[in-house]
């Protein structure tokens, strides 16, 4: 909400404009048979979310729940805890981290007059305010329109930091819906035209990348594993980190020398999260298709996350919606200088076995991890050295064009060439090997 204050120096009068913070009841809905430490593990992580959205936590709310109200979601005897809870803290906005329909949170709001809203909502105004560039900020918009589009005859048609709710609102009109209605699927359609424009680009500098014939990985995990951390410390750059959720929307792709002299193409990728708005996996498909296009991928987990076996469930259940599933994987578990449930750990290891462990703020582990990430490498480039007759001069010019050359030597009996090679070139140069 946009509050006003005015004051007089020397006789001028100055308008001060304020920013109603989001002051918010977080409730998370615990479903037959699930586990405390897990309701407990979403309550704590809806809580960073409300942080990075910068709004303030005010009160929290777990609710026990055996059957869903399709008006409310959940019952009277919470409601009217609920109202309580908002009389008490003074608290404008209620947060659930179960997803709500459209009716539910028109009942809601008109229930309780206040802001209500659900864990899908609270990632899209994230990467609202942290998009940066003109793909990101295109893919954000799309996902924000087609979120409210269902959503027109709320109380609250969006949170905002500079627009708060009043109590007492109403609706338009069905006339003015109407035209909201339109105004909106306009929108959606203008920006996929954009976003169309945009992601060909991006499929142009992909396919130039790919035609360097040099090996190319992804980095993928849950949002704050530290992805671009490892970045930074593969390729020595400095790539935007932060120890905030989502601080990564857009792609980042680096250049690393391998320790046997090889190169790598590695990019970072927007960190993933339960519940995922599907809104968000469409729109920014094409920056996550960074994984869909890579060589394999390189899954960092984080050993400090109170769910960490979750996590990686929900990574991998959104690369198999990419169609990365049977991509070939390093995993490699982050923080194990700082361990949450050394049980989960084990469990995670019990599922794949080759997972290395280490801390990239402790730099522990990264030599494994880079002998790892060679080895798989060389499963798509493989490292061979060849001696080439003076007059298969060809051969070596078919290398330039279409492998990557990483020592030549002009000799009296031939050439002597140690190069990455293309899978399909290998039978054919077979006889060269030395």
């Given at each position: 909400?946009?509050?006003?204050?005015?004051y007089?120096i020397?006789g001028?009068?100055?308008?001060?404009?304020?920013?109603?913070?989001?002051?918010?009841?977080l409730?998370?809905?615990?479903?037959?048979?699930?586990?405390?430490?897990?309701?407990?593990?979403?309550?704590?992580?809806?809580?960073?979310?409300?942080?990075?959205?910068?709004?303030?936590?005010?009160?929290?709310?777990?609710v026990p729940?055996r059957?869903?109200?399709?008006?409310?979601?959940?019952?009277s005897?919470?409601?009217?805890?609920?109202?309580?809870?908002?009389?008490?803290?003074?608290a404008?906005?209620?947060?659930?981290?179960?997803?709500?329909?459209?009716?539910?949170?028109?009942?809601?709001?008109?229930l309780?007059?206040?802001?209500?809203?659900?864990?899908q909502?609270?990632i899209?105004?994230?990467f609202?305010?942290?998009?940066?560039?003109?793909?990101?900020?295109l893919?954000?918009?799309?996902?924000?329109?087609?979120?409210?589009?269902?959503?027109?005859?709320?109380?609250?048609?969006h949170?905002?930091r500079q627009?708060?709710?009043m109590r007492?609102?109403?609706?338009?009109?069905?006339?003015?819906?109407?035209i909201?209605?339109?105004?909106?699927?306009?929108?959606?359609a203008?920006l996929?035209?954009?976003?169309?424009?945009v992601?060909?680009?991006?499929?142009?500098?992909?396919?130039?990348?790919?035609?360097?014939f040099?090996p190319t990985?992804?980095?993928?995990?849950?949002?704050?594993a530290?992805?671009?951390?490892?970045?930074?410390?593969?390729?020595?750059s400095?790539a935007f980190?932060?120890?905030?959720?989502?601080?990564?929307?857009?792609p980042?792709?680096?250049?690393?020398?391998?320790?046997q002299?090889g190169?790598?193409l590695?990019?970072?990728?927007?960190?993933f999260v339960?519940?995922?708005p599907?809104?968000l996996?469409?729109?920014?498909k094409?920056?996550?298709?960074?994984?869909?296009?890579?060589?394999?991928l390189?899954?960092?987990v984080?050993?400090?996350?109170?769910?960490m076996?979750g996590a990686?469930e929900?990574t991998?259940?959104?690369?198999?919606?990419?169609?990365?599933?049977?991509?070939?994987m390093?995993?490699?578990?982050n923080?194990?200088?700082?361990?949450?449930?050394?049980?989960?750990?084990?469990?995670?290891?019990?599922?794949?076995?080759e997972a290395?462990?280490?801390?990239?703020?402790?730099?522990?582990?990264?030599?494994t991890?880079?002998?790892?990430?060679?080895e798989?490498?060389a499963?798509?480039?493989?490292?061979n050295?060849?001696?080439?007759?003076?007059?298969?001069y060809d051969?070596?010019?078919?290398?330039?064009?279409?492998g990557?050359?990483?020592?030549?030597?002009?000799?009296?009996?031939?050439?002597k060439?140690?190069?990455?090679?293309?899978?399909?070139?290998?039978?054919?140069?077979?006889?060269?090997l030395?």
């Amino acid at each position: 909400m946009i509050t006003t204050k005015g004051y007089n120096i020397k006789g001028k009068k100055i308008i001060e404009i304020e920013e109603e913070l989001t002051q918010a009841i977080l409730v998370v809905i615990r479903e037959s048979g699930e586990e405390e430490r897990i309701s407990e593990a979403r309550l704590e992580e809806l809580d960073s979310l409300v942080t990075t959205m910068e709004g303030v936590v005010v009160a929290s709310l777990i609710v026990p729940l055996r059957t869903i109200e399709p008006a409310t979601l959940i019952g009277s005897g919470k409601i009217d805890e609920l109202q309580e809870l908002i009389d008490e803290s003074g608290a404008n906005t209620i947060i659930f981290d179960h997803d709500l329909s459209p009716r539910a949170q028109r009942n809601l709001e008109r229930l309780l007059e206040v802001a209500v809203i659900d864990r899908q909502e609270v990632i899209l105004q994230i990467f609202s305010d942290r998009a940066m560039t003109k793909e990101a900020v295109l893919q954000v918009a799309l996902a924000r329109q087609e979120y409210s589009l269902p959503r027109l005859t709320r109380m609250w048609s969006h949170l905002s930091r500079q627009r708060g709710g009043m109590r007492g609102t109403r609706d338009a009109g069905e006339t003015q819906l109407e035209i909201d209605r339109r105004i909106v699927t306009n929108k959606i359609a203008s920006l996929k035209r954009e976003l169309k424009k945009v992601e060909e680009q991006r499929g142009i500098q992909r396919k130039s990348r790919r035609e360097s014939f040099i090996p190319t990985a992804a980095i993928v995990g849950y949002t704050n594993a530290g992805k671009s951390s490892l970045l930074n410390l593969l390729a020595q750059s400095d790539a935007f980190v932060e120890n905030r959720l989502f601080a990564t929307l857009d792609p980042t792709t680096r250049q690393i020398q391998l320790p046997q002299g090889g190169k790598l193409l590695l990019s970072d990728t927007v960190g993933f999260v339960s519940n995922l708005p599907h809104q968000l996996i469409d729109a920014f498909k094409s920056t996550l298709e960074e994984a869909r296009y890579s060589d394999f991928l390189i899954h960092v987990v984080d050993a400090a996350h109170p769910n960490m076996v979750g996590a990686f469930e929900t990574t991998m259940e959104v690369l198999a919606s990419l169609g990365c599933e049977d991509k070939k994987m390093v995993v490699f578990i982050n923080k194990m200088d700082r361990v949450y449930n050394p049980q989960a750990v084990e469990e995670l290891m019990a599922l794949f076995p080759e997972a290395i462990k280490g801390s990239i703020k402790e730099e522990q582990g990264i030599d494994t991890l880079l002998e790892a990430i060679e080895e798989t490498t060389a499963l798509y480039y493989p490292i061979n050295r060849y001696l080439f007759p003076h007059s298969r001069y060809d051969l070596i010019s078919l290398l330039r064009g279409s492998g990557l050359i990483l020592s030549i030597d002009y000799l009296d009996e031939g050439v002597k060439i140690e190069a990455n090679v293309p899978k399909h070139l290998l039978s054919r140069l077979e006889e060269f090997l030395i």
